[in-house]
């Protein structure tokens, strides 16, 4: 990478990690282009240059978290020895992440919006897809290995992911403790359901 370039990469790196700050602070809609020029201490000019949009750099900041998850689930999947197993500590390390991911709030906004534009919506389901691949491939390994009922892995897959989203319902409601222990719950019945 010649020296331009990689400077140009260190900028989009620096904007990206302070209006990540800035998100996860005021909220998606409470942050101006204004207050990421301040924040970044870049022109308007500068901020455009590496992202086409404040959505186009809001998705860039989403789609590092979410490919930040998929590497570091991948780097400890090998780690459980059962399927089953593997779902628990699945939606374990999903709610660690995001119980620590600054963003949360944020993207439950920018993606109620009425006006978001629709390919950025599009572009984070796509994304977000890589959540549901992971609990496909779980199921699938684990009808495989008969462990699990053969089904139809991505009905599985959305029943299980609903049954947990529903649940996520509370973060912020309940104590941490309480949600895993639900999280925990709903993955059991799951799977009392889909035992070989």
Known sequence: MNRRRFESEQTKERIAA?????????????????????????????????FKSKDHLFLYLVEQGI?????????????????????????????????????LKAQHEFMAAQEADPEILNRISEVSDLVYETVDDLLEEGMQKGEFKKEKTRDLTLILVGILNGISNHFGTMEDSELKSLYQKGISVFLTGIKS
């Open 18 to 50: 302070q209006a990540k700050e800035l998100f996860a602070q005021k909220g998606y809609a409470a942050t101006s282009i204004d207050d990421l020029c301040k924040a970044t201490g870049s022109s308007k000019g500068s901020i455009y240059y590496h």
């Open 67 to 103: 490919l930040e998850w998929a590497a570091d689930w991948k780097a400890i999947a090998a780690d459980y020895k059962t399927c089953a197993d593997k779902l628990y500590g699945h939606f374990t390390h999903f709610i660690k992440h995001f119980q620590t991911y600054p963003l």
